[in-house]
């Protein structure tokens, strides 16, 4: 069983592993091997750290911890990025929250955990007021599309493209109510 909590600064090293794994894990295959490979705990740390000590982030970050104590998962949430079309009319990015990034430690995956970092972060956005969430993925991956669809969310028909080393890969926005 995990509990879920926020992360404080005792958790940016874990975090890290967390997502740097999780990308090189998850991306294997759709992403250029060599910018996976080049991603490293340590430049993920120091960004992370940064972030962290903003005074006013408008984000928040939410980690899983197990019985243990290790931190296996993580998940980081806010207002959306853009303005996203509903029933033909535009909201603002206040009243739409976003999952920023969501990742579980690559070996326990399929275990629960994200589910339940996901599950959390919707309480919170709804409990500060968001009325939707949205969330981008990449097109290929096709494991975190259906993992974002059992938990409610649908394709919205917006896409984005990043470029990561050359290779140009579309990412697909996901939306759901809250």
Known sequence: MVQVREMDEGD???????????????YAGIVPRTYLDAMTVEDDTAQR???????RRTFRDLVAVDDSGSTVGWVCFGPCRSEVSVAGRTQT?????EVYALYVSP??????IGGRL?????????D????ASALWVLADNRRA???????GYEADGA???????????TELRFRRVL
């Open 159 to 169: 896409t984005q493209d990043d470029v990561y080393d050359g290779v140009t890969l």
């Open 118 to 126: 996901l599950s959390e972060a919707h309480t919170q956005m709804k």
């Open 145 to 151: 599309r259906r993992f974002y669809e059992r938990a």
């Open 93 to 97: 990015r206040m009243q739409i929250g």
């Open 49 to 55: 750290r940064q972030m962290l000590s903003r005074p």
């Open 128 to 131: 500060q007021g968001f009325e």
């Open 12 to 26: 940016i090293t874990a975090v890290s592993t967390i997502r740097v794994r999780g990308w090189q894990a998850a």
């Open 107 to 112: 070996q326990l995956t399929g275990q629960g």
